[in-house]
């Protein structure tokens, strides 16, 4: 009897389960940045008798959500028009658009504007019953610690200068941080830079001029 039971339940729970309506699946829209607002112009079909509700979730970097809702009407014009800024420390945006039954709408989103002055499109779209959009957002403070982890990772090589010096200055040439580049005893004043050799015309040129 008590075997009947467990498998009654058993049976109860996955029917329960596979009732179970599925998730919207998200559509992935690009990248936004984080200091700029998001302004979003939905117009739903004349013909729908319900406004379209979207709700807006953006996800900080530690997981937490801040829900915003908005309302659009049927026939509303410039009033379906709204400027959502996005909150401080936001990862990532999930939009879902909820039509009423048999319903669509037109789904605009922007973000500044380029250099004629136009708004930037980020999504545009014709919504036919529910969807679900994502985006990542990109801050200035993520986009600073990229460029410095890039710059340590290749740390910019300081090269000191080259001057060629005749072999007896070469072995009486001690490295010294004040002199860096000069030869050893001022030697090199008052000579002529030359290409390195030792032929004997070289080494008399040297001596005559030391």
């Known amino acids: 009897m008590k075997n009947m039971k467990r498998f009654a339940c058993a049976i109860a729970a996955l029917t329960a389960l596979l009732m179970q309506p599925h ?6 829209k690009g990248t ?6 998001l302004t979003f112009e939905i117009q739903p079909a004349n013909a729908n008798t319900n406004p379209t509700d979207v709700t807006i979730t953006f996800i900080d970097y530690r997981g937490r959500p801040d829900i915003e809702m908005l309302t659009f009407e049927v026939g509303a014009g410039e009033a379906n028009i709204h400027v959502v800024s996005i909150p401080r420390g936001t990862r ?3 939009m879902q658009v909820d039509n009423p039954v048999g319903g669509t ?3 605009k989103m922007t973000q500044g504007v380029n250099s004629f002055g136009d708004p930037i499109k980020i ?3 014709a919504v036919i019953g529910d969807i679900r959009f994502t985006l990542n957002v990109l801050s200035a403070r993520s986009d600073l610690a990229k460029l410095r982890e890039r710059a340590s990772r290749n740390p910019q090589k300081c090269v000191k200068p080259t001057h ?4 007896d200055q070469v072995k009486s040439h001690h ?9 050893a005893e001022g030697k ?6 030359q290409q390195a050799g030792d032929s004997k015309t070289d080494r008399a040129l040297y001596e005559r001029q030391k």
Do not use: S, T, Y
């Not at 490295?175 to 030869?183: E, L, Q, T, V, Y």
């Not at 090199?188 to 830079?193: I, N, P, T, V």
């Open 23 to 28: 998730p919207l699946l998200a559509v992935f």
């Open 32 to 37: 936004v940045r984080g200091d700029l607002p």
């Open 92 to 94: 990532r945006i999930v």
């Open 105 to 107: 709408c037109l789904f």
């Open 123 to 125: 999504i545009e779209e």
């Open 164 to 167: 060629q010096m005749f072999p």
């Open 175 to 183: 490295h010294d941080r004040k002199n860096d580049g000069k030869c």
């Open 188 to 193: 090199c004043r008052d000579l002529k830079m």
